[in-house]
């Protein structure tokens, strides 16, 4: 992105039609990872959302050199690594599931790495990234005694002080409480953005999600369904998994049949405008987000309701609609100055291009 500072050091991370297959003996071989296509720039940081299961770990461990390369080819900068022990990939990995070595503090495990590779200012540089990561508190302390969040704080800092050109994070903040988390994220990307670290951060939270990437890498099933910015995900989602997965509060997604082009119905009595030139007569999955409904003014297509709760959430609210002949109610965003109240008969409507369709069988999108 164009804010990123990119240092001269900084170097691209390209998977290329990466596979991965679990061979299990008398068992047929999981299919984890199905042919990813992904070029990182340098010095950008990409968060990998997805589903529990979805082969995220993987893809990270298979760029660490922790998990075996079924086919397809993974690159820094112009050099192929699948063939590299993990040790010479060039690539920090912060999970925590890594051993710390129990006989030396955290001080000593985050200098051990470094001393053995001769690094003169070891000692310096470990006290720097301690500091910048609010954890020189830890540095005297054995690996038994930690709490779970300290133990990744010292995950994290132990990628960072090997300055590696290329940085894996898997859920590096998920122990930490919310206070030390907004802290450690904050500086965990003004380091990123110093010293250029070409960056894949794992995260369930998405949230954390798109304070911090550049990019998004939206993964389900093993594959990548898309990646971009998060506006570019948010207000163009490529399938219907990826509008329902990005997105809070949920998008709302019912099923329609498109009407006469440029229109779709939904429930028993409503029309929506689309920006879709699917041919009517098409039963489709209709995606509106909730902040992208709104109240109809006269004569606009819309869809007829009941406010059954009203929310106020501070900064918005949040009102649940019944709309007749849907299965489900819908969600509505309002402004923190519409209130809505319950019982309250509206009719709701969307701009065009926020009503999305979708292939009711795969959710692909129906432009
Ligand atoms: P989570 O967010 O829960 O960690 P993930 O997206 O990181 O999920 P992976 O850990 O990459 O998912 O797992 C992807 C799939 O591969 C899962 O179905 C998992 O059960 C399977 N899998 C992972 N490791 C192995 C293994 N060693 N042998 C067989 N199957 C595996």
């Given at each position: 992105s164009a804010t990123t500072v990119i240092q001269p050091t900084a170097k691209a991370l390209v998977l290329d039609n990466l596979h991965k297959r679990y061979e299990s003996r008398g068992r047929e071989a999981f299919h984890a990872v199905k042919g990813i296509d992904l070029h990182i720039e340098p010095g950008e940081l990409v968060a990998l959302l997805g589903p529990s299961g979805c082969g995220k770990t993987t893809t990270l461990r298979m760029i660490a050199g922790l998990e075996t390369v079924t086919s397809g080819d993974i690159r820094i900068g112009d050099r192929s690594i699948p063939h590299l022990p993990p040790g010479k990939r060039d690539v920090g990995v912060g999970f925590e599931s890594y051993a710390l070595y129990?006989?030396?503090?955290?001080?000593?495990?985050l200098s051990y790495g470094?001393?053995?590779?001769?690094v003169k200012d070891a000692d310096a540089r470990v006290r720097a990234?301690?500091?910048r990561l609010e954890m020189t508190d830890l540095l005297p302390l054995r690996p038994a005694g930690l709490s779970s969040g300290q133990k990744q704080r010292v995950a994290l800092a132990r990628a960072l002080v090997r300055n590696p050109p290329v940085l894996l994070l898997d859920e590096p903040l998920s122990h930490l409480d919310a206070a030390q988390r907004q802290r450690v994220r904050r500086e965990l990307k003004v380091l990123q953005r110093e010293f250029g670290y070409t960056t894949i951060v794992v995260t369930h939270d998405q949230l954390e999600a798109l304070s911090l990437a550049?990019?998004?890498a939206v993964m389900d099933?093993?594959?990548?369904?898309?990646?971009?910015?998060?506006?570019?995900i948010f207000d163009d989602p490529a399938n219907r998994f990826v509008a329902d997965f990005v997105g809070e509060p949920k998008i709302n997604l019912v099923e329609g049949v498109v009407d006469r082009p440029g229109t779709v119905r939904v429930g028993r009595d409503g029309v929506l405008p689309t920006s879709s030139a699917a041919a009517a007569g098409t039963a489709v999955t209709v995606g509106v987000r909730p902040q992208d409904a709104r109240i109809a003014g006269a004569g606009e297509?819309?869809?007829?309701?009941?406010?059954?709760?009203?929310?106020?959430?501070?900064?918005f609210g949040l009102a649940t609609v019944r709309v007749?002949?849907?299965?489900s109610s819908?969600?509505?965003?309002?402004?923190?100055?519409?209130?809505?109240r319950r019982g309250e008969a509206i009719r709701l409507t969307a701009p065009p291009e926020r009503v999305y369709l979708f292939e009711p069988e795969g959710g692909a999108r129906v432009r």
């Open positions: 129990p006989p030396l503090d955290v001080e000593g495990n470094l001393k053995a590779r001769g990234i301690a500091e550049d990019r998004l099933g093993g594959i990548i369904q898309q990646f971009g910015t998060a506006d570019e297509a819309s869809v007829p309701g009941e406010v059954l709760v009203y929310e106020n959430v501070l900064e007749e002949g849907l299965d819908v969600v509505v965003q309002t402004p923190a100055d519409v209130t809505y």
